[in-house]
């Protein structure tokens, strides 16, 4: 992912800073604070960007429609989440992942709906909404819309607890920080930004961590 924009110096790259990862994941700058690291700071990281992801099959609905639930409490259950995200607007499809031995749930949960304007709504009014005493995080599908995603079984994933030391940013959760002047590299073009990006991972693809 390119360098953010700097308002203040003008373009540093070719295309806008965001506090968001909307258009293709990189696991490098998913691990920045503020999207601009060049090479991984943890193993999970490097994991990540050697590793392949591809969504499941089996998977149903519009993913444009849907919403991602997580830190729920085990003991909030379907019906629970479908009247909760009900006061948003029509839920089609409502599903709380569950352990495939034990049953349990694995405490997050899809929720689709019928129009798009539904999933804005949720995201407005549900993100940080307690629920059975723990804030919920709520935010946009992207397993099958995010060019690049990888999940964090696989090292890579959103957001995330300090005390794992594996923080993923550029979500909702945990949006990108305007990153410092000096931090930002300059690149000429799209090109430039792609062959340095390619020299460096060719570099850790070579390298084996301890």
């Not at 604070?33 to 193993?43: K, L, Q, S, V, Y």
């Not at 099959?57 to 997580?70: N, S």
């Not at 409490?73 to 839920?91: A, M, N, P």
């Not at 397993?143 to 079984?153: A, N």
Request: charged content about 35%.
């Amino acid at each position: 992912m390119p360098p953010p924009e700097d308002p203040q110096s003008g373009p540093s790259s070719y295309k806008p800073w965001s506090k968001y990862c909307t258009e293709e994941y990189d696991p490098v700058a998913v691990g920045s604070i503020d999207g601009t690291d060049e090479f991984p700071h943890d193993r999970a990281l490097v994991r990540a960007m050697n590793s392949t992801y591809k969504p499941s099959p089996k998977a149903e609905g519009d993913p444009r429609h849907t919403v991602f639930v997580g830190r729920l409490e085990h003991c909030v259950d379907e019906e629970r989440v479908r009247e909760l995200f009900g006061r948003c607007g029509t839920v089609v499809r409502c599903r709380v992942v569950r352990d495939v031995v034990t049953g349990v749930s694995r405490g997050y949960a899809f929720v689709e709906f019928s129009r798009r304007k539904y999933v804005e709504r949720a995201l407005k009014e549900l993100h940080g909404k307690t629920v059975e005493g723990k804030e919920i995080l709520v935010d946009e599908e992207v397993g099958r819309t995010l060019k690049g995603w990888k999940p964090r079984r696989l090292g890579g994933g959103f957001g995330g607890r300090k005390k794992s030391q594996q923080l993923r940013f550029g979500c909702r959760d945990r949006p990108w920080m305007f990153p410092i002047k000096g931090n930002v590299v300059k690149y000429g073009s799209k090109n430039e930004f792609h062959r340095e990006a390619r020299q460096q991972r060719e570099l850790l693809n070579a390298f084996e961590f301890p």
